[in-house]
């Protein structure tokens, strides 16, 4: 007799500068690879864990939304448990549940809760490296503000993503912003229907250039128009990035 097919929606979190990106990679060790094998460790059935984004190598996840297909019976409770007891530290599943066949995590999504840290320091740490963009010189956060309020509407994100020319369209619609200074550490939050590769990354490096007035805010719009990223230079570090939620 078939048994019946389940779909476990798992909420894991990570520590992304233990893995090269959240996409399987043989040889190396990617969130996916390791939950593909903790899986097959605990259900005795291999399932593909279907993600709701591609993280990249050193960006972190507080609520990353993972499917597994699976006839396993296995209750909830023990698969928790079980995975989290095979799985290295930097990887947690925090919450499971069961759900219907239509959900995928990546096409259900109504968007996403990005944040990225920057931490002002007198001298940059190796122990800080991992989780925030460390910055020596203070930008003017009150500019950076006034900079992150143009990312707001539909706009044409050509020129914040890595190579653009690959998508459908480059048109993005983000729906709320916020730059706070809470004693050391700049918190940029970005939620928005969908996110492009980089673009998180790209657009708190424009927040930067804007904060050191090395750029005046007006140039944002400058880049919607150009789609030309060069005046941004390499993106904002991988560590400080943070996929905080998905949302359903």
């Known amino acids: 007799m078939t048994k019946p097919q389940r779909y476990l929606k798992l909420t894991v979190t990570y520590d992304g500068s233990a893995f090269y990106g959240y996409q399987f990679q043989p040889e190396l060790p990617t969130v996916q690879g390791e ?3 903790v899986f097959k460790l605990i259900t005795s059935n291999w399932s593909r864990a279907i993600g709701a984004g591609r993280t990249d190598t050193g960006v972190h996840a507080i609520e990353q939304v993972v499917l597994f297909r699976t006839e396993c019976p296995i209750p909830i409770e023990k698969l928790i ?14 919450r499971a549940e069961e759900v219907n066949e239509d959900f995928h995590p990546c096409f259900s999504a109504k968007g996403k809760h990005y944040r990225y840290l ?5 001298h ?18 009150e500019l950076m503000q006034q900079a992150a309020e143009k990312f707001v509407g539909e706009h044409d994100f050509a020129s914040f993503a890595k190579s653009p ?10 729906l709320e912003t916020k730059v706070s200074l809470n004693e050391q550490i700049i918190q940029f939050d970005v939620i928005g229907t969908g996110f492009m590769h980089n673009m998180v990354r790209n657009m708190a490096k424009a927040l930067y250039l804007v904060g050191m007035k090395e750029m005046d805010k007006e140039w944002i719009y400058e880049l919607y128009r ?17 996929l905080m939620k998905v949302m359903y």
Do not use: C
């Not at 020319?165 to 983000?174: A, D, L, N, P």
């Open 35 to 37: 939950l593909e094998r």
């Open 81 to 94: 448990i079980g995975m989290n007891g095979a799985l290295p530290g930097s990887l947690r599943v925090s």
């Open 118 to 122: 920057f931490h002002l320091v007198q």
């Open 124 to 141: 940059r740490s190796p122990f800080l490296e991992r989780f925030y963009w460390q910055l020596e010189k203070p930008p003017e956060i």
């Open 165 to 174: 020319q690959k998508y459908e369209s480059t048109v993005r619609t983000i």
């Open 226 to 242: 150009n789609q030309d990223r060069r005046r941004l230079g390499a993106p904002a570090p991988p560590g400080g990035l943070y």
